[in-house]
């Protein structure tokens, strides 16, 4: 099995840009390249997806505490193709807490026995690239760096400088660089990148992207390296649900909601439940189902339209009423309150839970925590320990009471406590994205609802 992972020596050393422009040149030879992404990102999967007609599988090894599982999902997505690549999340060793093996982008490398190529930024840098690289490359005895890319490099004779530096003082080969160019630079939104949903015009940027790294860096070698890793060769651990034949499951899948875990989907599919994709945008009213799942998005950009679209708000309040299962993350969570505040405009919602999303300026939750009911809920009983992940600028005012405790922990420390998270009959919404692999029980708690 190919495979290569990319890795920044620092947030925001254009780890995204790079593995962009790889995975585009790589599908410019032609080859099927299956990707992947280190933690709970959402958006740079669908850039991902948007390059290489692949959906992005996210390894994180928080939300699914489970060396062997996450080993043998990467295993299942990536045997059916020529190459696998894997971006990194911040620094190569940054994670939770000050272990480096702690939900990190080497923990996954070595999970995976994946080849780890690291991206430095150049940008008014020469031969300190080489104390940079030097450093990676000896931290972890466990990891060994297989090549270097250069990012945002002034122009050859730079590139010279730096690699010349690289090589003299390590054994780490150089691959490559990308060049300085305003034009390949990624647009941002306050939650990270602009969903590729909204920029169809940036398949010109990914051309763009997919010509300068295969002019600029040695491809033939990179796949070479990619042949290095070690196989994965792992019996899945066994996963116990049962059969949920005959279960509609509509989800809400438009501009406005699309933040899913791919391998979240395919395991509610590999329990026989029909997943059926609507849009709270321009569908009249949710499909008929047993069960509703809605997950984040950006709500907030769309607000004007889905308090324009009365009928499919009132046909969603309807099935709440009617006592239909109803599953909402984040985005989901602010379309069923009464409203959506934002600008000094307010903007009728669902109305499910009494409360209000007010859009802020900063963000107001970030990182990953455990969530414990209160008491039992459609996501699971009470006192059941649920992994999660919360990032996002609103916050929701409601009378509402909460039906969760959660906490954030570092280095076996609880750094930080709240409670969030409503249930109103058989509909359950929060801020807390969670990835079903962790527990799948969590899924057979939630379908079980639909057949009582």
């Known amino acids: 099995m190919n495979k290569i992972l990319i890795a920044a020596a620092s947030s925001g050393a254009g780890k995204t840009t790079i593995t962009l422009g790889i995975m585009r ?29 692949e959906a992005s599988i996210n390894l994180d090894s928080f939300l699914i505490d489970d060396e062997d599982m996450l080993a043998a999902l990467f295993q299942k997505h990536g045997k ?49 690239a080489a104390a940079i690289v030097d450093g990676f490359n000896r931290f972890d005895p466990e990891l060994a760096i297989a090549g ?38 990624l647009p941002e939104r306050h939650l990270g990148l602009v969903p590729q949903e909204e ?67 395919e395991l509610i599919r590999s329990t026989g439940a029909r997943l059926i994709p609507f849009s709270p945008l321009e569908d009249r009213e949710v499909p008929e189902a047993d069960f509703i799942y809605i997950g984040g998005g950006f709500p907030e950009v769309f607000a004007e339209r889905l308090a324009k679209n009365k009928t499919m708000r009132e046909s969603i309040l309807t099935a ?17 309150g009464s409203s959506l505040e934002m600008e000094d405009e307010c903007y009728e919602m669902v109305g499910v839970f009494a409360g209000v999303s007010k859009m802020t300026t900063r963000l107001r939750k970030f990182g990953y925590c455990i969530a414990e009911p209160l008491a039992d809920t459609l996501i699971g009983e009470k006192g059941t320990a649920i992994r999660g992940h919360e990032f996002h600028h609103s916050v929701f005012e409601t009378t509402e009471k909460p039906c969760m405790k959660l906490l954030k922990k570092r280095d076996g420390e609880i750094v930080k406590e709240w409670y969030g998270g409503y249930q109103k009959g058989h509909t359950f919404a929060s801020y807390l994205h969670i990835h079903f692999y962790q527990n799948p029980a969590i899924l057979t708690h939630m379908f079980g609802a639909c057949r009582k």
């Open 25 to 53: 040149a790589l599908k410019q030879r032609g080859l099927v390249v299956q990707p992947f992404k280190v933690g709970p990102d959402y958006i740079d999967t669908n850039y991902h997806q948007a390059i290489t007609g």
């Open 148 to 185: 270097v890319i250069i990012n945002r490099v002034a122009s050859e004779n730079h590139f010279s400088l730096i690699k010349g530096a690289i090589e003299r003082y390590t054994d780490v080969p150089v691959l490559g660089y990308l060049p300085k160019n305003a034009t390949v630079a």
């Open 320 to 336: 709440h009423e009617k006592g239909k299962p109803v599953y909402a993350e984040c985005g989901g969570l602010m379309y069923l």
């Open 199 to 265: 920029m169809a015009e940036l398949d010109a940027k990914w051309e763009l992207l997919g010509d300068l790294i295969g002019e600029h860096v040695d491809l033939d070698r990179l796949l070479e390296i990619s042949k290095t890793g070690a196989d994965v060769d792992i019996t899945p651990p066994e996963i116990n649900v049962p059969d949920f034949s005959g279960i509609r499951v509509a989800y809400a899948l438009d501009a406005a909601f699309h933040f899913y875990y791919q391998d979240n989907l």
């Open 80 to 128: 059916v193709a020529d190459i696998s690549v894997i971006e990194g999340v911040m620094g190569l060793f940054d994670g939770l807490g000050t272990h480096r093996d702690n939900a990190s982008t080497s923990f996954i490398a070595k999970c995976t026995k994946t080849p780890v190529i690291l991206v430095v930024d150049g940008k008014a840098i020469s031969t300190s």
